[in-house]
Structure formats: structure tokens, C-alpha cells
């Protein structure tokens, strides 16, 4: 589906917030899912890369928010106002929302894995499965330059705690840190999105400490629609040692606990 | 009036030239949001084997310059839940369904051959034989013309009703020797290529960027290696011939028709913009119109060398 | 203390480990506006034959996706030529000069290389085995295990002071046979690849692109199957090796000494940057310094599986 | 060489200005040299794309005029003031001037083909081998957005004769229609660029009436530096039925006799 570049704001020298205008998309899209953009039209790169969805309106503009990793990413950054993208999706399993809260929910973003949370906290409360001051955010990164939408959270009446590892901004640390004191005091259900180490941790505590998790996982895609196969992860099988699952719709959220990491 | 499209491949009626290629559609049903598969002239389905397979760990696929390596390792349902599961659906839709099968051994292919020859919905059959022999040491099927020969003529002598497709791998010093000894053995058509081997290294790490070390290229990087040998097979062969390899629009596609190819097939494409044979298809008629070809069958091998 | 990059090809020491590739670098007199080649390991010449050859007509080249194929013919001013007139122009310079010689029968090859053993400001010879044997009804020496031996071990007889290096053709079915076969017969070393054969078509016109019809397609296309070829080959022979194919940049160039390679050489990315080399030698540089790696050589080969 | 872009104005439909600071190559630049130019520093295109020089300034600006051929003329016409392009040059042999203008001479232009045709128009006239109005441009096109540079020509005092193949500018026909007779009626030296048709149809008039002509000719380039003897032409061999000679580095521009069409 082309669609236009509204605005493609530098946040800092390595993020960036694309909004385009997409209305089927915006108007179809669930906490958790992705979208496949194309970046040129060229063969360089060849394939689309995979973005959460960070926010849309009912006006249908989506909004993705980006880091630059590599060659797709910072040809992605130079595109104005006007040019037109390539995108695909909604694609993938979003996060599976309960219908009521029993307790209060944490979410738990390593630097660009916060992408995804952002809607999910706006459902959990616009569905009022919780209010606002029932859900943390636990936003991790390097330095203070990885942490983001700690304003948008804000907004949405979210508490929010940061940790950085060179201690540039809230505790000094990984984000594991400050995870794993609230699951001891106590027990909620984690929902994470953030390096695959970072999921690891993450879904251990949560076993540890015997809480329901969410991971939102990344997995190179070709198609993803479901129909190359390439982006899978074992997972626990029924029947057999492990199978295999594709990330791009079988998730890209999956329960932490069926993960063989 | 407009262009012809109807071509015949081996008895197997496709309305348009236009396939989706094995592994690169799934089992059709993935695409189905995206495209309407009544246009195309018909879907290769994932390869399929006897029993389900669960493929290669991942890294499964890597990008290259303007390609792909991909080790997926033949995942599939196997041929069980095929039929139950995926068939149906793909029976829905007025379009040629072809079924890419593969096995480890000469007993395999034929197991399998032998059960789906007898499945009305199935418009034929494609031989992926890529795969390593593991009776013959892990030689390929398809790189060694006695090896071919011997399974082209196990799995065509079980056949009674499905047309045989053999599909040929790049790798070889020769393809025109393993076309000959494909049309030999009894294949009623051919499709080619299938992905030339190739490994990629993160430099960081000192490791292979895929699981299994080595993958298959595919995507428009080996565009003109898959022309060149559509062409040199057209020239030796009298059978149909499906071309295919990094087909990315409607000119990458009259190529290969022109080079020789009867149809030809979709892959990397597709999962780049799942409506690319679609978008040939227009393209294929708006060419035929231009150059006033009545029949898309009289393209079919016209270079003018 | 800056990294070690001294390597040593049979013999040839080399001040770094990149090359300037056959038949893209000219006689080197034409990059030398360019860049300084005092910082080259070394140039290989264009391919060399007895007498001079004027090549195929043009168009002798055309794009593609990642890639390029060219059908020049082995254009070259031949071996007298050469060494009155291009050769004085590189020997001012302090790199290594390798001259990559063909020929269409053994005897051409044998000739030309006893001719160039006594040549002292050469430091090496490299066999260009694409080339058809006239005398084989045009079976590539490079294709054929057989053909090879006899070639090499031909030239090899000859020399008394230049190592040898086979390059080798990557359109082949077993790689590593064709490897093992070089080495039987007297290779001091082995460079892969050279072109894999390709086409294009105008569709318009319905005429090949090119005027041979068929050409060689290089460029970042193909390094994911140069790389593989060069993995696949090290683990099988002793021999040093020069990797190449599809090299733009210091990480393409690692890719191949990490799996097993001992020198590179940069063929397709000297058209589009002549300084190609210098960044990749600069990005070597950084590379090793960055993982603490004293000596190029140790990285040879270093890939973990 | 990397260059920045100060203007890239289009033209009409099918033509672009593209104007760059390139110091070295407007110091060295001379009439009828060209430069390659890489429209990205991704791998598609993969190779650099010939232009002739078609102005240059002391201030190292230098300028190109383009038409829109296929994907990377598109590219490059999407290039914005302040873009970085890498440009290699001036390249080849230019037009050989004789110093002194016996009699008028004649420059020959196929639509593009009129890009050096305009620096060797100047030279001739700064040199003072010849007045301007010693000079005729014919210039030929399809219609008359194929009519370019008139201006500029017309600006230096030379004489502008046009005509296209619809009647739209200038006389209907093809330029050889309107060469034709200026060389019955007085044979002039003539220097002529543009479609290798039209270019074999000029050397043929010039030969019948034997006046020495210029041609600059285009060919499929990947170096452009006379390294991967990609481009060659058939030219006269003294010892042989005909030699290979490399449009990059022994041409573009050939004395029209020697060239085997
Ligand atoms: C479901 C999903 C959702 C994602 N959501 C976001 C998001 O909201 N914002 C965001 O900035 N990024 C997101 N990513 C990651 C994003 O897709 C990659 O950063 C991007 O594809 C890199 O492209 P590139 O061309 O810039 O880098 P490349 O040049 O392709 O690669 C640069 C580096 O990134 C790594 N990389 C490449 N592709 C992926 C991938 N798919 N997953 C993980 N690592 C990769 C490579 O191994 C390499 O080390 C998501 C990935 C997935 C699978
Ligand atoms: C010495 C020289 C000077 C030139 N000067 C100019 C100039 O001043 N202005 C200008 O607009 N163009 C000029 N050209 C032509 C220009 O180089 C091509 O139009 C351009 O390379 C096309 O690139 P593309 O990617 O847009 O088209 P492509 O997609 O590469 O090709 C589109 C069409 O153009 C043809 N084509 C491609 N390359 C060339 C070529 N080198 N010569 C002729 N036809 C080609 C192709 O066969 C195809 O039909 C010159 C060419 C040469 C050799
Ligand atoms: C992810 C992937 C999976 C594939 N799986 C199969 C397969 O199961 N059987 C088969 O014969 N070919 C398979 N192929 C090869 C394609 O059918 C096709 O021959 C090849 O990709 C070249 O075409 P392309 O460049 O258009 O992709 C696969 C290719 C890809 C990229
Ligand atoms: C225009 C051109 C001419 C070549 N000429 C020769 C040659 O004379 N001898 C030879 O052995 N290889 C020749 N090659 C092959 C290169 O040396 C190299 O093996 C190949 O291009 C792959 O490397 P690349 O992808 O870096 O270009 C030539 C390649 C090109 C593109
Ligand atoms: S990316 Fe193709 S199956 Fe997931
Ligand atoms: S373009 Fe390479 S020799 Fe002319």
C-alpha cells in the first residue's frame, strides 16, 4: 500500500518518528502488530523491514518509531514530508489483552522495544482494563538517548521508571534490575519488548517469580506474511522436542514461557 | 481483442504464463489477503514431503545485494495435513495448483509421487531435486545426470495421470546435459533455476549469517545467470520450459519467454510486493499489445541472436 | 603498534592483502591519475595473451541488479606490447605485479609462461582457466578436472621462478574437485572466482544485450557464492588463496579472508570508485585494531562454525 | 569526488539542469570531456552514468544537462540543492579545435546531443578561432521540448537553426535535412553529437562532400577511464580491416572518417 510521509521527525541522533497517512492500516491495527516498509523502490535493500506500529489515529496517519541500524534505516530517515513508502500490514499477533485486570500490569522496553508498549497501555486503559496508575512502564537502554516515549506514557497518566546502563538517566543499571525487586514485592503480569538478551532475562524473572509474560520478539523476515518460513523460533511443541514458529504470524508476541530461548 | 495468454505445459492448462514459484507462496492461502489468486496462471506449492518436516534452526535468511540467502531446510506440513489441511483452500480458486515435491531418497519421491497422482485437484507435479541423496553420500539429484536419470524414471514410471516438471539447480557445470537427461528419463517439462548456493559471514562475530552456513541466492541478483540457462536448455530440449529466478517485473519476465521459457514463475518477488505477478500479468499484456503479438505463445523463444 | 599485513601468496609477499583484480584495473596506468597504487598489495595485469587480441564487438557490457556483465573477449595488447609498453609504467611503482595469462590451446599457455618466467620485475603468474580449449571443442580448461591437470601441469613445468595461481571459473558443479585438481597438478595457488556466465535481452528489440550473446556477471551480485566457493575450497586444499568476487567494501573483503582466504582482490568496485582498495585497506586496518588482531594472517580462515 | 548540489531545476518533462561544485574538474575541464557520475552510493544503479561537461564556471561550479533515460537519470533528478553526488572527471578527449577558423564552421545537435556542443561553441569564440557569427548550431529533436539550450547559444551570438521530426519548432524534418544543403552550398567543418543514427547520417553527408567532421559518440560505459575496455567503437586500423578504440579515453569525440558505422 503506498502511502505518504506526513512528517519524519529526527528525535535524536539515532531515532526518528516516521508518520504516514494509512488509513486501512490505521484503521485495522492491534497493540503489538507490525508493519513491513518498504524503504525505496530499488533493489537496494531488496526486502522490507519490519516496524511496530507505534501509534495511529482514526484519521488513519500510523506512526513508527525508528532507530537507525543500518543501510534500510538511514535511507528511511531521508525521506521528506510528501515521498511516498511501501507498507504492508497490519501484520503479526499483537499482545493478548486479558479482559480485567486482577493486578497491575508492568511493561518492560529495552531502548526502541518501548515501539509496541505505547498502544498497548492506550488499550489496556481506553478498554479500562486498568486505569492508568496500574501500569509501569520500565523503559531500559544504554544512555539517555535510548530512552523514549517516556512523555507519551506520561501523558497517558502511566508511572514510569528508567534505568540507564551508563546511569545518563534514572537508576543506573538494566532494566532486569528494576523488574525483578517489583516481582518480588509483587507478582504481575509482564509484558516486554526489547533485545532478544533482554527478553531472556526478562522471561526467566517472570518464570522465577511465576508471572504470566508477553514477549514481543525480532526475527529476520522476508515476507512477513507467513509464507517463507524465514523468520522462525522454537518454541515448546505438544508432541515433540520443539517446533518452530514464525515470528511474523504465529507473533511477533509470543508467551514467554512457550519460548525456547 | 486482447493477447492470447492461455499456454500448455506439458497437458497442464495454465489461462495466463504466470506461476507463483515454490517456497515463496506458501501454501497460497498467506497471500490470499494481499492478491487475488484467481488471476495467476497457477501456484507451486511449498515443497512437500512425505512426512512433516520441521527445516533448519534459524538465521534461516539473509539479505545480499539486490538477493536473498535462504536456508529454510524444506519446512513443511508433509503430505498428510497437506491434503487435509491446505488443499481445500487452494481448490477454491481458478488457478493451476502444482505441487513441488522433494525426498532424501529415490523411495521417498516415488512414495509420494505415486499418492498425490491420484489427487484430482492437482494439475501436476514439480521435482525439486536440489535436495542431497543421502544413499548416494549427499550428492544432489539434480547435479548428476545418472542420479536424475534414475529418479526421473522411478517417479514418471508411478505416474499415471499427473504431468512430471522437473525442476533443475543452477549449480552445475552443465545444465544442458542434466536438461538432456531429464527429458530422457521421461520429465514432461522443465522449470528453472532453483537458488545458487551461497554463504554469507558476519564479520563481527566471525560466524556464518545462517544457521545451516550455507543458503540458497535467489531474488534479481541472479536474473542473468537464470536467463542465460533457460536460454542454453531452449536450445537443446524440446520441452516446455518454466523460467524463473529473479523475476522482479513484466520485462524481467518477457526474458525469459523470449529466451525460450513457455511460463514462468514469481518467487523472491513475492514477498517483496505480493501483487508482483499481478503487475506482470498487466505488463505482459500492455507488450503484447505494443508489439502487436497476437498469441503470447509466439514470443516464446524469439531472441533474434 | 598498527596491525601486521604483510601476507605471502606462495612465495609472492604481498605489503597488504589487497589486490587489484584481472581485467578491471586496466594496465594500471589508467587508475594511476586515481590513486596512488604505492598502497596496493599488488595488480594483476589484464589477461595476457601470445598476440595480441582485439576482443568481441561491442556492446561488450551491460547492468544488472547488483552486478554487470562483460563480454569483452580478452581484449589485450599481447605479451611484446606489454612488456615494451606497460609494463615499464608498473614497475615504477612498489607493488607486487601478477600477470593473468590465457590462451586457446596448452601450448599458447605454455609459451606465454615461459616467456614471462624470465621476466624479473614480475612477481607471479595467474592461469585464467575460463577460457575455451579450441582443441576440446571449446570445453572450458577451467570446467573439467581433466583438461585442467594437463594445463597446469604444462606451465607448471615451465617455470622456474614464478609462482603459479590458478584462477578458477565458479561455473562449475564441485568447486572443490576442480580445486584439488589444481593443486595435484603444481598450483603454488588458487583465485576464485572469476565471472559466472550470464545474459540479458532487450526485449524491445528481442536481440541479447550483448554482442556475444552471453557475458560474465560480477560484482556484489555474486560475492555471496564467491564467498561460499572460497569456504568450501579451504577447507579442502593447503594452498593459499585470493578471494574475489563481488568486493565494495573492507566487511566484503573480510568476509572472505575470514573464510579462508589470504589475499583479496577488488574486480567490479574499481568502475565505480577507483580509491576502492585504500578504503578497504583502511577499513582492514580499523577492523583489526577494533578486535585486537596483531596480523592479518590470523584472521585467515578464522571462521567458527 | 564528492560534490554538492546547488541546483537540479527541471527543465520540461523530459530535461534537467544539474548544477554542482566540482573545483578540480571545472579548473581542468575542456569541450567535448565528460564526466561519470554515480547517482547513489547504494548498488542500484551499481554503476557511474557519462555526462558530457556541458558549462563550467571559474567558481568550480559545473554543469550538466540530462534527460530522463531510465533509473538513474530518475534518480537523479530527484536529487535536492545541498545533496552530496560522487563525480569522477573531466574525462576523455574532447573536441580538437583548430586554431584558426578557415571557414565557418557547423556543430550538429541531436536533442541531449547538444550538451558539449555548447562549450565548444564558447572556446571557439574566447580563443577567437572563430566570430560567432561564424558559427551555426543545427539543432535537431523530436518535438520541440527535444530543442534545448537555444538560449544560451543564441546568447554568445551564434546562429540557431532548428527543426524537429512533428513540425512542432523550428522546420519539420531531421537535422541532415537542414545540414544538407549549408554543405552543397559551402562545405564546412562540422561537430556533431547526438543518436548514433543521426550521427552515422551526418559523417555520411560529410564525407560526400569531403568536409572534415567531429562526432562525439556515446557507448555503454562501466569505468570510464579506459580500464575495463567496455565501450569500444569499430575504428580505421592502419595495418589491419579495423581496431577497437575506447569511447572513454580515445573518444568520445573521433573524427567522423575514421569511425566504422
Ligand atoms: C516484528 C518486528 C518489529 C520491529 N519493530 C521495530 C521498531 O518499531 N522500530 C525499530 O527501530 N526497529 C524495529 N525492528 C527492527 C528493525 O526491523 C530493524 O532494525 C531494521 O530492519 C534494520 O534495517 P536496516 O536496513 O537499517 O539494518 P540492516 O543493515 O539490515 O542491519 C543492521 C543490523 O540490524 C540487524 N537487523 C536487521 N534486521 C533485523 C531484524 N528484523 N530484527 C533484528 N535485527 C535486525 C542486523 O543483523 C544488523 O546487525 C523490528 C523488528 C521486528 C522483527
Ligand atoms: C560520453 C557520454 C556523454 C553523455 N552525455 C550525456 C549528457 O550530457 N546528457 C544526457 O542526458 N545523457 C548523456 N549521455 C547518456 C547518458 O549517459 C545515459 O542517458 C544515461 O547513462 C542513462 O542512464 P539511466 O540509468 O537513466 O538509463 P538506463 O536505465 O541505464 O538506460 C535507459 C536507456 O538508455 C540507454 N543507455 C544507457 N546508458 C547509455 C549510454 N551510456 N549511452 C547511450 N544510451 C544509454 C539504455 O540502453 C536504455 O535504453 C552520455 C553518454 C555518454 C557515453
Ligand atoms: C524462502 C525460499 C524457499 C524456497 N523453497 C523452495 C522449495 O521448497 N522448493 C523448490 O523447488 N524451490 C524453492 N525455492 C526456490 C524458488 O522456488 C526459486 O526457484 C528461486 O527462489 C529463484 O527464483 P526467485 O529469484 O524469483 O526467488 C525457495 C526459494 C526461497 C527464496
Ligand atoms: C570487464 C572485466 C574484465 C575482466 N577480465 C578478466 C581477465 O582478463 N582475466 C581474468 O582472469 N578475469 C577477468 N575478469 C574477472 C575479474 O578479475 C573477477 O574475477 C570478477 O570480475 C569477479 O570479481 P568482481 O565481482 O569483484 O568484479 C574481468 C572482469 C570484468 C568485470
Ligand atoms: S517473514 Fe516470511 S514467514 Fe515470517
Ligand atoms: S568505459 Fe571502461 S574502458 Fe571505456
Same mark, same amino acid.
Given at each position: ?16 518518528? @516516521? ?71 497490519? @501484520?503479526?499477533?499483537?499482545?493478548? @489483552? ?8 508492568? @511493561? ?77 514485592? +509483587?507478582?504481575?503480569?509482564?509484558? +516486554? ?33 507467513? +509464507? ?27 508467551? +514467554? ?5 | ?305
Amino acid at each position: 500500500m503506498k502511502c505518504r510521509v506526513i512528517t519524519n521527525k529526527q528525535l535524536n541522533p539515532r531515532y526518528y518518528k @516516521l508518520t504516514v497517512l494509512a488509513k486501512e492500516i490505521a484503521d485495522q491495527a492491534q497493540p503489538g502488530q507490525f508493519v513491513m516498509l518498504q524503504v525505496n523502490s530499488g533493489f537496494d535493500p531488496l526486502l522490507r523491514r519490519p516496524f511496530a506500529i507505534h501509534r495511529w489515529w482514526d484519521g488513519g496517519e500510523i506512526e513508527i518509531l525508528y532507530q537507525i541500524a543500518g543501510k534500510g534505516t538511514r535511507l528511511l530517515s531521508q525521506l521528506c514530508a510528501g515521498a511516498v513508502v511501501d507498507i504492508l500490514g497490519p @501484520l503479526g499477533k499483537g499482545f493478548s @489483552l486479558p479482559l480485567t485486570g486482577v493486578r497491575p500490569f508492568l @511493561l518492560v522496553a529495552g531502548s526502541i522495544g518501548v515501539a509496541p508498549l505505547l498502544p498497548l497501555a492506550q488499550d489496556l486503559i481506553s478498554k479500562q482494563v486498568l486505569t492508568p496508575n496500574q501500569i509501569t512502564l520500565l523503559a531500559g537502554g544504554k544512555s539517555q538517548a535510548d530512552i523514549l516515549a517516556v512523555q507519551e506514557f506520561g501523558d497517558l497518566g502511566v508511572r514510569v521508571k528508567i534505568c540507564t546502563e551508563d546511569g545518563s538517566f534514572g537508576q543506573k543499571g538494566l532494566v532486569t534490575d528494576l523488574l525483578a525487586p517489583l516481582l518480588q514485592t +509483587a507478582p504481575s503480569p509482564v509484558f +516486554a519488548c526489547g533485545p532478544t538478551g533482554m527478553l531472556k532475562a526478562v522471561a526467566e524473572l517472570c518464570r522465577q517469580y511465576q508471572t504470566p509474560c508477553q514477549v514481543s520478539l525480532e526475527a529476520a523476515m522476508a515476507c512477513g506474511v507467513g +509464507a517463507c518460513q524465514g523468520c522462525v523460533v522454537k518454541t515448546q511443541a505438544e508432541h515433540a522436542d520443539f517446533k518452530f514458529q514464525r515470528v511474523c504470524c504465529e507473533g511477533p508476541v509470543f508467551e +514467554a514461557e512457550k519460548v525456547i530461548w | 481483442m486482447p493477447p492470447q495468454l492461455n499456454v500448455n505445459i506439458a497437458g497442464i492448462k495454465l489461462k495466463n504464463p504466470v506461476l507463483a514459484a515454490s517456497g515463496t507462496f506458501g501454501y497460497g492461502e498467506e497471500y490470499s489477503r494481499w492478491l487475488d489468486l484467481n488471476q495467476l496462471g497457477g501456484i507451486v506449492v511449498k515443497g512437500l514431503s512425505l512426512n512433516p518436516h520441521q527445516g533448519n534452526p534459524p538465521p534461516r535468511i539473509v539479505e545480499t545485494p539486490a538477493g536473498m540467502l535462504n536456508a529454510i531446510g524444506l519446512e513443511n506440513v508433509g503430505l498428510k495435513v497437506f491434503l487435509e489441511e491446505k488443499l481445500p483452500f487452494l481448490t477454491r480458486f481458478d488457478t493451476a495448483v502444482i505441487i513441488n515435491i522433494w525426498g532424501k531418497e529415490v523411495a521417498d519421491y516415488v512414495t509420494i509421487a505415486k499418492e498425490l497422482d491420484s489427487v484430482r485437484e492437482i494439475a501436476g507435479l514439480e521435482l525439486n531435486v536440489s535436495c542431497p541423496n543421502i544413499k548416494k553420500g549427499g550428492i544432489s539429484f539434480g547435479t548428476n545426470p545418472d542420479l536424475l536419470m534414475e529418479l526421473v524414471q522411478a517417479v514418471r514410471s508411478q505416474l499415471t495421470r499427473l504431468p512430471l516438471i522437473v525442476k533443475l539447480s543452477p549449480n552445475v557445470t552443465d545444465i544442458v546435459a542434466i536438461a538432456i537427461a531429464a527429458e530422457k528419463s521421461g520429465a514432461d517439462a522443465l522449470s528453472l533455476i532453483n537458488t545458487l548456493i551461497g554463504m554469507a559471514i558476519d564479520v563481527k562475530t566471525r560466524r556464518p549469517r545462517l544457521a545451516n552456513i550455507t543458503g540458497g541466492l535467489s531474488g534479481p541478483a541472479i536474473h542473468p545467470i537464470a536467463v542465460r540457462m533457460v536460454w542454453q536448455v531452449a536450445q537443446a530440449v524440446k520441452l516446455p520450459i518454466i523460467g524463473l529466478g529473479g523475476i522482479m517485473n513484466s520485462s524481467d519476465a518477457l526474458e525469459f519467454i523470449i529466451a525460450g521459457a513457455r511460463a514462468v514463475a514469481v518467487g523472491t518477488a513475492n514477498f517483496i510486493t505480493p501483487q508482483t505477478s499481478i503487475e506482470i500479468l498487466n505488463g505482459l499484456r500492455q507488450y503484447l499489445v505494443e508489439q502487436k503479438i497476437e498469441d503470447v505463445n509466439e514470443l516464446v523463444g524469439s531472441l533474434a541472436v
